[in-house]
């Protein structure tokens, strides 16, 4: 296994791939939205990585148009499921195999949003509908679209999986928000969907306390996520992924600071 950090691919990106470096890390995840990504900024990618001597493992694929990370208002906004911004997302999403085909990258990532629990709903099938028609495209690419989880239980997004059966699906384990979100403990889930887990966003949290909003993101070590137990079973399972230290608070000591803890208490365990 290796390790590594996020990085954005729609800001400096000299100082992204310079900050990785500099924090002890020879990977990194890619994160930006492929519809801004012309040419020149590829390349400018491919150049950086190269200069520095890191690895891009996996390329997250943000989407266009609002998005609410919640209880309700995600409901309406989040991924492919609410209709009025499907096209154009699914758009982002063709583009992100254009962009991760000349960047060498097979893992593209993103949520996908509420999937409706019930397999039998129309909204559930649009959703099986979509993806099927993505991961066509991606699947003639060599490339993989794997689902960050969070908004949806373990279960659900199974059963997606074996629904879409095209072969080239797998998830980004998000452990934080499988707590966050408040729908599943994410060492259980791996006894679920472990087979899939490609790559892992190792982040810690802790459950919801109210209704409406999400439970909070924690430093690895500070929150419910048992990384332990976590490793052991995705070892045994064969992984090989990365593992992206993700510390959702703004960049600065304290950030790296969390980051570099982690990064060290994970390097015992693997």
């Not at 900024?41 to 989407?63: P, Q």
């Not at 492919?80 to 154009?88: K, Q, W």
């Not at 397999?119 to 979509?130: G, I, Q, T």
């Not at 059966?165 to 472990?194: C, E, Q």
């Amino acid at each position: 296994m290796k390790i590594g950090i996020p990085i954005s691919a729609g800001g400096n990106v000299e100082a992204a791939f310079a900050r990785v470096k500099e924090l002890g890390f020879a990977c990194c995840q890619l994160n930006g939205n492929p519809h801004f990504m012309t040419d020149e900024v590829i390349d400018k990618i491919i150049e950086t990585r190269a200069k520095y001597g890191i690895e891009t493992e996996s390329f997250w694929c943000s989407l266009r148009g609002p998005q609410v990370w919640d209880f309700y208002e995600g409901q309406l906004t989040l991924g492919i499921v609410p209709a009025a911004f499907r096209n154009e997302r699914m758009q982002d999403l063709a583009d992100a195999s254009r962009v991760c085909k000349r960047l060498g990258i097979t893992d593209i990532i993103t949520h996908c949003g509420y999937i409706p629990e019930n397999p039998l709903s129309e909204a559930y099938s649009d959703v099986v509908a979509v993806l099927r028609y993505i991961c066509g495209i991606y699947k003639k690419a060599g490339q993989y679209f794997c689902f960050e989880t969070g908004q949806e239980t373990p279960i659900t997004l199974l059963r997606v999986i074996e629904d879409v059966g095209t072969g080239n699906l797998g998830i980004n384990l998000d452990p934080a928000n499988l707590l966050m979100y408040g729908k599943a403990n994410p060492s259980d889930a791996i006894d679920v969907f472990g087979k899939y887990v490609r790559c892992m966003h190792a982040k810690d949290g802790e459950y919801p306390t109210g209704g409406r909003s999400l439970g909070a993101e924690k430093p690895i070590g500070k929150g419910r996520a048992d990384f332990p137990s976590m490793i052991a079973k995705l070892k045994a399972l064969g992984f090989g992924g990365a593992l992206i230290i993700e510390r959702e608070i703004p960049e600065g000591p304290e950030q790296s600071r969390d980051i570099l803890a982690a990064k060290d208490y994970l390097e015992q365990l693997i």
